[in-house]
């Protein structure tokens, strides 16, 4: 069972009397939302072509790249990190629904904003205290090609950065609406309980 569309929900939350237009920075998670995913599908693009190359450099010609796998390392986290935050945003982060159901509309909005200030308040603990780290790192070059290492501890700034923003804008949202926001989720709960009785 589907859910409405994240996109479709960043510019207006239903409401029980109606439809009512969400604030402005609804839309700035949704451009966000889709830069990270034009990423995410690009760095994916770079690590296929990459270890393609390296495959067909290697049995072809026998002399594979000293610099593929490196590339395609730094791709991987930089994709990791940026679909991460893209799931945040659409909301599609593996979840327990054991208190929320149980609540009002009301309760529910508490509930979320509780967690985007959690989720908020880590990924920026986690990003303060690690840039330190990262200038430190950024004087060292990788082995192959010498980019710094600031570029690969980076991407889990960046990426925490992100997620941050998603959780603070999410939480806008709700105490602005006064409601849960509805994201583009996938609920399996109907196959999960028909596989329960038949056993599987």
């Not at 296929?48 to 190359?53: E, I, N, R």
């Not at 002399?63 to 395609?72: D, L, N, R």
């Not at 991987?76 to 909301?91: K, S, Y």
């Not at 909005?109 to 908020?120: F, K, Q």
Request: glycine share 8%; hydrophobic share 50%; proline share 3%.
């Amino acid at each position: 069972m589907h859910q409405s569309d994240y996109n479709q929900t960043a510019a207006t939350v239903a409401s029980d009397s109606g439809t009512v237009h969400a604030p402005p920075f609804a839309q700035c998670a949704r451009w966000m939302s889709i830069a990270e995913q034009t990423l995410a599908a690009l760095f994916l693009f770079l690590i296929v072509s990459t270890m393609g190359a390296q495959v067909f450099a290697r049995y072809f010609f026998g002399a594979p790249f000293s610099w593929s796998e490196e590339v395609a390392r730094l791709a991987l986290i930089w994709m990791t990190f940026m679909a991460a935050a893209f799931v945040m945003g659409e909301g599609r982060h593996i979840t327990v629904d054991v208190l929320s159901h149980r609540l009002s509309i009301r309760g529910q909005a508490w509930l979320e904003s509780l967690s985007h200030v959690i989720v908020a308040g880590t990924c920026l603990l986690l990003l303060f205290g690690g840039m330190r780290f990262v200038w430190y790192v950024g004087k060292v070059g990788s082995p192959s090609l010498g980019i710094p290492m600031s570029w690969w501890y980076g991407a889990v700034g960046i990426g925490l950065l992100m997620m941050a923003v998603h959780s603070i804008v999410n939480l806008l949202q709700v105490l602005a609406t006064g409601r849960p926001t509805v994201h583009n989720a996938i609920v399996e709960e109907e196959g999960f309980h028909l596989e329960l009785e038949r056993g599987e």
